[in-house]
Every structure is written in C-alpha cells, then in structure tokens.
C-alpha cells in the first residue's frame, strides 16, 4: 500500500475512533473543562508561536496547517533560532504577505531562549508553542482555548501530540517525572484507539504547549540555562507550585514529526529510545533532570536524592559515568541560579503527588513498548519477527526482538498490531506465538481492512485460549480478499512480575502469517508428522513421545483440519483420555468454511488407557475441521491428588492419530 495513502487511513480511523468516543458520552477531559464543540464563537486572542532551527524541509507545513486553524482570533510569530538553511527564507514568504511575524535572532539561543524572545512579541492572553515539526489539526487552537475556558486555575494546556509517520500512535499527552528526574510523556507509543488520556499532567510537552498569559506573567521565562529539552518539565512544575493547574486537552490534536528536522525530539522519547540516543541529547538530559530535582524538589527528599544518584553512577557503563560527572559538574557551576530559584519558591505549593511516578533510577519510563515507524509499501502477508524487514509491519504495541535457542519472538503487550499486505487471496492464518507464564484471560485476535468506509469493522476474528505451554501453533480458516489488513492483538490484562518483568505483556510473537490455502497431507492426522502443525487449529500442546507413539494432548477445545482425497466410509482414532473422568469428547467434523455438521460421535470416559476405535462415517472428499470438545477437563496441580501425576496444564484428550477409509468400518 502506498504510504500517504495508508496514513490516511490511519487519520481516518483515528476520527472515527473518536466519533465514536463522543456517540458513547466517552470524555477524557475533567469534569468541567469545555471542549470546542461548546466553545463560544467569540473567544480571548491567542498568540501561536513556532520555533524553528535548521528545519526548512518542515516548516513550510507547520506554517500552512497553523494558518488554516478555524480559531477565528490569534496570531502567528515565527522564531527562526539562527538557522543555517533556509528556514528563515521559508518563514519570510510567508511575513512579506502578513500571514506571520518573522523574529530572527542572531545567534543560537535553544529552545527555551527562542521562546522567550517570542515572548517578547506576543499579543494574546493565550500562547501556544508549536514545534517546526508539528503539524496542527484545524480545530486544534479551538480546542486548546475551549480548554482553558473561564477556569482561571488552568494555567497550562498540554495537547495530545500524534506522531506524524504513525498517526494512530501517540507521542504523548502531557507528562511526569520519576522520582530520580528522569521524565517521560503520557500514554507514550500507545495506540489512540486504546489509550486512557489523562485529566491532568505534571507539564505540557513543548509542542503544542499552551500558558495563560497571567500565568506566564506570574511565573516568568523559560530556564535559558536548558539550552534544550526538559524546559517544559521545568516550566510544568513552576505552573503547579504558582497554584496553576497542567490540563490535557484531549481532542487538540498536533501531528508531530520527531526526527524530521535537525532537532532532537522532546526529552519524554529519551527512555524508549534506549542505546540509540546521541551522545549529546543524553548530557543535555542528563544535566537539566538533575536541575530541575535540585530546583524543585523538597529539601527532605534530596539526601535520598543523591544516594540513588551516587548508585546509578557506580553501575553505570564508562560512557554513561563520564555523562553522569560531566552533569554534576555542569550544576555544581549553575548551582547559585539553583539556590535562587528555591528561595523564589520558598513556601510555594507542592506539586500533587498522584502527578508524580513514584519511581527511582534511570530505568524510566518503564514498560513503555517501542516507537516504530511502518513501512506498509513494503509490507507482505508474512511477519516473521526474526527477520530485519518484520519491523516495517508491525504498527504499536511491541517490544525489542529476544532471542532464546532455536526461537526469536517479540513481546507485545495489553494491544498492539500489525500490517500485512495479500497479494491473493486468503484461506488459512497461521501464528507461532507463546503464552505470558500465567493465565490472563486469553487474547482477542481480530482482522480488519485498511481503507474501508469502516475502519473500525472486524471481518474475523478468534480468541487465543491462555495455555500452560511454551509455544502454541494455531493454523485458522478464514476468507479474506487481496488487499491491506491490521490484525490487532487485545488482552484484557496483561502480566508483569517486578521487579524481574515490569512490562505489562500479553503474547510473543514468533510468526504470523496468511496463505491462499491450507498446506494438508492427505489421509488424516497423524501427530508423528512432521507437518502436522499445518494441520493444528487450535488447543494443542507440544508434541510427546512414549515408546510406541508420537501423540499431542489437547485442552477441552481443540480442533484440526484434514483433507480426505476420496470419500471415506470408516475413522479410526488412537486416542487416549485422563486419569480422572472428565464425562466425555464430543467428536465433530465440519466441511472447511461450512457451518453444518457432516459427522459427529462422542467418546464416553473409561480410563487414562490408550485405546483403538473405529466408527462408521459418510463423508465426501474434500477438507474438513475437526473438532474435540470435552465436557470437563482435568488438571492435577502439585499436591492436589497425590495417587495420580501432577499436571498443571488443563486436558481433554490425547490424540496420536486419526484416519479414514474408503473401506466400510
């Protein structure tokens, strides 16, 4: 699918996925805070403020999507922070036909230098920051000023900041703070389709950010001494002890394009982009973090402070302590700003502790899945995670590839998904996936198309029963056309086991994949096959061996496909069941995609031993599912019943064969 065309249909999912938030009374905004749909159509006059360095492959756009807001009072200021490119000539078109107002500044000031000198120019009793690289929806000043409305407490405005490249998945949505400094941006890689956008946050990230002009008279510039990234945080928690409040306006909607000029991203992506962070951003990080613990933080907490700094530079690699004593060194110059600041506040408001993540060390934030950047144009039916070019397809939800031997597999966690593309159509989805170590329920598996009229309609869908087992394959018949799908993975909960796990997770994903058909032996289920897992739908365990037979067991819903090449007369099955009754297998056979029952027979409990039995049948050649359904099954976890094996899995039967013949039972 081409790019421009699938970020479209990401949009137009993301609308749809709030069309239907608004038909269901759904709000994620705070009781009382208005949204644009009833604002006034008069409102106070607003000041948008752009700063720009070295970004002219973006600007242009920033600058046409701010120009074509439906907010009928504001006004826009461009400040180029001496750029060597062409940004400024970009920003100057436009100002020569009174679209803007073009600030230069002669030297390089950083971000929150750049800002101040916008500042310095603006009008409204309302101003909202955008990034070079931030592309603003229409209605998004609307929403912002709807947001602030009368309530003379909201000081500060976070928006809810999209990523450009994955429309779907949000940057974030205000942010927080562990206990250590380190900061990171709310609902962060999350999909919008599931995300829980918070009332209110810690700060607003700097694109998009929006400050009431009393309280930027109140609580005064940006910290220049930042020269970029955490002068949000700072300015966040300034609002808060001032006795403003930080709101998330959940429906002003900037699509942010991080990486796509010159200037690192905001200090909230620090954590998600792991090793990959460079070397600069990390010190600049580093350094202002601890500024704003030392600016901020209360006198009693700041011994606790330094203990865990001093552990987290005694484990930290060569590279990372030279960053660490280079950031101490830095404050320790600043540190006479520091103490004015605390005296400035002395005696100010505390900012709220539920605002805070009560966490401590670099480690932050933690769980947060990785950012990813689709590549649908290049995308198959086929997402083998072991592969360099799986990444291209999968669209939020995932964690970084782990290897064990003879396996490699990505986590996912409570939601994720991923694209696939079919060249023809489909008969059969295969997964290879493993289960969380304990039962969270089970995971929905559901396929959509992408560019339909309903974005949001399922076209197929299965739940993947959680089992006690290492490696599940499961090989499900469906119909699906040529074309472009989302197949999206839900849990209602995830697991986690801290401090040794503190991701949330759901599944991990080895394969998944989609054929025109079923690749079947013709003749039955033989489970000492080597392609049996072809055959294998769902319910399966891995395969044993005893001296005599190669067989699986199977939990009380388990189904497989045959092919009969003739017309079979007579089934025989090698089947064996537990040691304590579980009443009886409903044994069932189906035509593959028909809904009526062209067999069925039922196999009474006994005993645990292996037995032999043939049954007559009348079936036409052709692929069949069949399925066995226990009415009870069995487990005997340790020191349940010591006269009989301990089993932790949940059993319906063994099987190690099933046949047919054209030859009468």
């Not at 694109?207 to 970029?228: P, Q, T």
């Not at 003879?406 to 996936?433: K, M, N, P, Q, T």
């Amino acid at each position: 699918m081409n790019y421009d065309r699938w970020r479209r249909s990401q949009v137009q999912l993301r609308e749809a996925v709030r069309s239907g938030r608004r038909a269901a009374g759904v709000s994620t905004a705070e009781p009382g805070v208005r949204t644009a749909t009833d604002r006034c159509t008069e409102g106070p006059f607003a000041s948008v403020i752009v700063v720009c360095a070295n970004a002219e492959r973006v600007l242009g756009r920033c600058i046409e999507q701010l120009l074509a807001q439906d907010y009928p009072r504001y006004e826009l200021i461009v400040v180029d922070d001496a750029s060597t490119d062409r940004s400024a000539a970009v920003a100057d078109a436009a100002a020569r036909e009174g679209a803007l107002r073009l600030v230069r500044s002669e030297r390089n000031r950083g971000c929150p230098g750049a800002r101040n000198l916008g500042l310095r120019h603006a009008r409204g009793e309302i101003v909202a920051f955008v990034d070079a690289d931030g592309f603003a929806a229409p209605d998004w000043l609307s929403e912002v000023v709807a947001v602030f409305g009368d309530d003379q407490t909201i000081g500060g405005v976070a928006s809810t900041v999209f990523f450009d490249r994955n429309p779907l998945v949000i940057n974030g949505a205000g942010g927080t703070v562990n206990r250590q400094g380190w900061a990171a941006d709310l609902a962060m890689n999350e999909s919008y389709e599931h995300a829980e956008i918070a009332a209110q946050a810690l700060y607003p990230m700097g694109c998009g950010m929006a400050i009431r002009r009393e309280a930027l008279e109140r609580v005064g510039s940006f910290d220049e001494r930042m020269h970029n990234y955490y002068d949000d945080v700072d300015y966040g928690v300034r609002l808060w002890r001032a006795g403003y409040r930080v709101v998330v306006a959940p429906e002003a909607w900037i699509d942010h394009g991080s990486g796509d000029t010159d200037d690192e991203e905001d200090a909230g992506a620090l954590a998600a982009d792991g090793g990959a962070v460079g070397v600069r951003k990390r010190l600049l990080c580093e350094r202002h973090r601890m500024r704003v613990v030392l600016s901020h933080a209360p006198a009693r907490t700041l011994a606790r402070w330094s203990a865990y700094e001093a552990r987290e530079l005694s484990r930290a690699s060569a590279p990372v302590r030279v960053q660490k004593l280079k950031s101490i060194v830095w404050n320790a110059r600043h540190l006479g700003s520091v103490l004015a600041c605390r005296r400035r506040l002395r005696g100010s408001a505390a900012v709220p502790f539920g605002l805070l993540d009560d966490s401590w060390g670099d480690g932050f934030p933690i769980g947060v899945a990785e950012r990813l950047s689709p590549s649908p144009q290049r995308a198959g039916s086929t997402v083998a995670v072991e592969r360099p070019d799986a990444e291209r397809q999968l669209l939020y939800g995932w964690f970084p590839l782990e290897r064990v031997p003879g396996r490699s597999y990505r986590w996912a966690g409570v939601h994720a998904a991923v694209f696939v593309h079919l060249d023809e159509a489909a008969r059969r989805i295969r997964l290879d996936y493993a289960h969380v170590p304990v039962d969270i329920g089970g995971i929905d598996v559901r396929v959509r198309r992408v560019d339909s009229t309903d974005p949001q309609r399922t076209l197929w869908s299965t739940s993947l029963r959680w089992q006690y087992i290492a490696r599940s394959v499961e090989n499900h018949p469906l119909t699906l056309p040529a074309g472009d799908y989302e197949v999206v993975f839900t849990s209602a909960r995830g697991w986690s086991d801290p401090p040794a796990e503190t991701r949330s997770l759901a599944l991990a994903l080895s394969e998944l994949s989609f054929a025109r058909s079923f690749d079947l032996p013709p003749g039955g289920l033989e489970m000492r096959s080597p392609g049996v897992e072809q055959q294998l739908v769902r319910g399966w365990f891995e395969p044993e061996e005893s001296p005599d037979r190669s067989y699986r067991w199977a939990c009380g819903n388990a189904a497989a496909v045959v092919r009969l090449d003739r017309a079979a007369h007579s089934g025989r099955l090698s089947y064996r069941l537990p040691p304590a009754s579980i009443g009886g297998v409903r044994l069932t056979m189906k035509p593959l995609g028909e809904a009526h029952e062209a067999f069925a027979t039922r196999l009474a409990w006994r005993d645990a031993e292996w037995r032999e039995e043939a049954f007559a049948l009348e079936l036409d050649a052709g692929d069949y599912i069949v399925s066995f359904d226990t009415e009870a099954e069995w487990s005997n976890p340790v020191g349940s019943d010591a006269e009989l094996w301990p089993e932790k899995r949940s059993l319906g039967l063994a099987l190690s064969s099933l046949t047919f013949s054209s030859e009468a039972a």
